[in-house]
């Protein structure tokens, strides 16, 4: 069994284990990356649960939750956003650097990935203007109704695929690390 630790002090490392893919260094930009992607699942998914909840309870405190939830998802994707396209063209510049051949499978998946990400970010800014829109017009009722949270379930159905092809992305750099 491999160990999951570094036994070095302070070294970042990612070990995917179930392609035994040895430990790899994990980049600051990559780590950037990741961090702020799963923040930025981890609010989305909250903010459709808190209006969720507060629609169907009726409770509107747990839609201005939910609101602010999603402002937040929109500025952890931001920030993955740019540091995914910062280690992108890392990744690009050291296979040129190394005369390394990029793989054809690995580098559609990670343009997979960089396509379907961008598409993310735009319907999530589009969600994000309109929840903020229907927070600001609903005055004493309630911000969101069935349409807002089928549109919504649709946006997460993208992300959570989008997160998939992050994890290829992730596994497929690993086993080209391996190889060479």
């Not at 036994?7 to 995917?16: D, M, Q, R, T, Y």
């Not at 829109?133 to 309630?142: F, R, S």
Request: glycine share 8%; aromatic share 10%.
């Amino acid at each position: 069994m491999q160990k999951a630790v570094s036994n070095k002090p302070h070294e970042p490392w990612v070990l995917i284990s179930h392609r035994q893919t040895p430990r790899r260094r994990l980049t600051i930009d990559a780590a950037i990356h990741t961090l702020s992607a799963q923040l930025s699942v981890a609010t989305v998914e909250t903010s459709l649960a808190l209006d969720a909840l507060g629609w169907i309870f009726g409770l509107r405190p747990l839609m201005t939750a939910g609101c602010w939830m999603l402002v937040a998802g929109a500025g952890f994707a931001t920030v993955g956003a740019f540091a995914g396209l910062v280690a992108r063209s890392r990744w690009q510049r050291k296979m040129r650097w190394h005369r390394r051949i990029r793989p054809a499978d690995t580098e559609a998946v990670v343009r997979r990935h960089a396509y379907l990400g961008v598409f993310f970010y735009a319907l999530l800014t589009a969600m994000m203007v309109w929840r903020a829109k229907l927070q600001a017009q609903a005055g004493e009722g309630l911000p969101v109704g069935g349409w807002y949270l089928l549109v919504m379930g649709l946006v997460s159905i993208v992300m959570i695929w989008q997160v998939w092809l992050g994890g290829e992305v992730a596994v497929r750099l690993g086993l080209q690390q391996e190889e060479s």
